[in-house]
């Protein structure tokens, strides 16, 4: 499914622009704590735009995959979800965002069990 592969550039697209955006323009600007933080929004949002495109791709192939079709809107939702509260935690440092962080990795969790899942399904 293109859509996948859309969001997935996407994403790596805005991983880069973020993790340069935090080296420059935050550099300074936060303690280290919230760039610790930032750093790890910038990382996973990368990792999951990975994802994204390996599912596009896989979804290619298999394009009646329900498993990894909902792999890939756990992935995005996941990636909203845990790196945006990141993002917003580190500059706002408004701290109930943690609570949605673990969402967001739970749906990370839950979208590779349904790559494995597929996997095993379909080779």
């Known amino acids: 499914m293109k859509i996948f592969i859309i969001l997935g550039a996407i994403n790596a697209f ?3 622009a973020l993790g340069a955006f935090g080296a420059h323009g935050l550099e300074g600007k936060l303690e280290p704590k919230y760039m610790d933080i930032w750093e ?3 990382k996973y949002q990368m990792f999951h735009a ?3 495109l390996i599912v596009g791709i896989l979804l290619g192939k298999f394009p009646a995959s329900s498993l990894l079709n909902w792999s890939g809107w756990l992935m ?3 990636t909203v979800l845990f790196a ?3 993002y917003v935690l580190a500059v706002t440092r408004i701290s109930v965002l943690g609570a949605i962080t673990p ?3 739970v749906s990370f969790l839950v979208a590779w069990a349904l790559i494995v899942v597929a996997a095993v399904k379909l080779f």
């Open 103 to 105: 969402l967001g990795g």
């Open 50 to 52: 990975t994802g994204l």
């Open 14 to 16: 805005l991983s880069v």
């Open 84 to 86: 945006g509260s990141l």
């Open 76 to 78: 995005f939702i996941g």
């Open 40 to 42: 790890k929004a910038v």
